[in-house]
C-alpha cells in the first residue's frame, strides 16, 4: 500500500471568499448558517442522549426467579430438595449465602423452616421468593442457612 503525500491545509480545505460586514452579521458569510445548523443538532443529540438515559432507569426489572421444593411437608428426619433458578439478575442470595443462578440443594430441616431466595439486580434493586418446608412433629417455623 503506497503513502499518499502530504497535502499542504490551505490546498486539503477549500477556503470561501470573504464576504461583506452586512452578509456577516446577517449569518450568511463564513458559513454561519453551517454554526447555526451544527448547534441545532448538538442540542438534538444531546436531548435524544437524556432521554434514553432517562427511559433506560425507568426500565423495568423482571428476574424471572424461580424457587421451588420437592416437597413442602415431611417427616421429621426426611429430606427435601430445593431447586431455584433466576434469569437476569447481578447476584442471587438463597438464606443469605450466594448461590448460582440455577442451581439445586438437599436439605434435612428439623422443624418447619422458609427459605427464601433473592436477586439483586446490577442497580441494587431486589425480588424475593420464599418456599416453607413443615415437618410434622416438628417446632415452630425458623429461618436457616442451606449448605452450600
Known amino acids: 500500500?503506497?503513502?499518499?503525500?502530504?497535502?499542504?491545509?490551505?490546498?486539503?480545505?477549500?477556503?470561501?471568499?470573504?464576504?461583506?460586514r452586512a452578509e456577516t452579521r446577517k449569518g450568511r458569510g463564513r458559513g454561519g448558517a453551517w454554526i447555526a445548523a451544527a448547534a441545532v443538532v448538538v442540542v438534538l443529540l444531546a436531548a435524544l442522549a437524556f432521554w434514553a438515559t432517562w427511559q433506560g432507569s425507568r426500565r423495568e426489572w423482571n428476574p424471572h426467579l424461580r424457587l421451588a421444593a420437592s416437597a413442602v411437608q415431611i417427616?421429621?428426619?426426611?429430606s427435601v430438595t430445593l431447586a431455584w433458578s433466576a434469569l437476569g439478575v447481578d447476584t442471587l442470595m438463597l438464606n443469605g449465602e450466594m448461590v448460582p443462578s440455577i442451581g439445586s440443594c438437599t436439605v434435612s430441616p428439623k422443624e418447619t423452616t422458609t427459605f427464601e431466595i433473592t436477586a439483586?439486580?446490577?442497580?441494587?434493586?431486589?425480588?424475593?421468593?420464599?418456599?416453607?418446608?413443615?415437618?410434622?412433629?416438628?417446632?415452630?417455623?425458623?429461618r436457616v442457612p442451606v449448605p452450600p
Open 1 to 20: 500500500m503506497g503513502v499518499l503525500p502530504a497535502l499542504p491545509v490551505a490546498a486539503a480545505l477549500p477556503v470561501p471568499p470573504p464576504r461583506s
Open 75 to 78: 417427616a421429621s428426619g426426611q
Open 120 to 142: 439483586f439486580s446490577p442497580d441494587g434493586r431486589s425480588e424475593s421468593r420464599e418456599v416453607t418446608v413443615r415437618v410434622a412433629g416438628g417446632k415452630s417455623e425458623r
